[in-house]
C-alpha cells in the first residue's frame, strides 16, 4: 500500500475507507483483519498515517466508534499498553 499510495493517493484513500466501510455495522459485514490491515498501512506511509491514524485510534476509544464485537479488538492491546506508560497525561488517558 505504501508504494500505491506514493503512485496514486486518491486509490489508496478508497481503499482505507473500504476497510472503515466493512467495519461499520451498515456494511453487513464483520471487517475480519480490517482494523490489523489499517494498522500495518498506516505504519508504512507517513500520509496515510496523517489521514487515518486518528481513525484506527477511534475504533478503541468508548466515545469514538468503539467496535463492541470482541473478536475485533483483538491485537490491540500491545500497541496501547505503551502508551499508558507515557509522561504525558493526555496520551496516558489521565
Known sequence: ?????????ES??????R?????NDESGGIGWGSPEAM????ASHDGLAKEYAH???SY???EGNFLEYEPLQRGAGPH???YLEST???????
Not at 489508496?12 to 475507507?17: D, F, G, H, L, T
Not at 494498522?39 to 498506516?42: P, Y
Open 19 to 23: 476497510l472503515m466501510w466493512s467495519l
Open 55 to 57: 481513525v484506527l485510534i
Open 80 to 82: 496501547l499498553l505503551p
Open 88 to 94: 504525558d497525561a493526555a496520551v496516558r488517558g489521565q
Open 12 to 17: 489508496a484513500r478508497v481503499i482505507m475507507r
Open 1 to 9: 500500500m505504501a508504494n500505491f499510495a506514493e503512485e496514486d493517493m
Open 60 to 62: 478503541v476509544w468508548e
Open 39 to 42: 494498522g500495518e498501512i498506516i
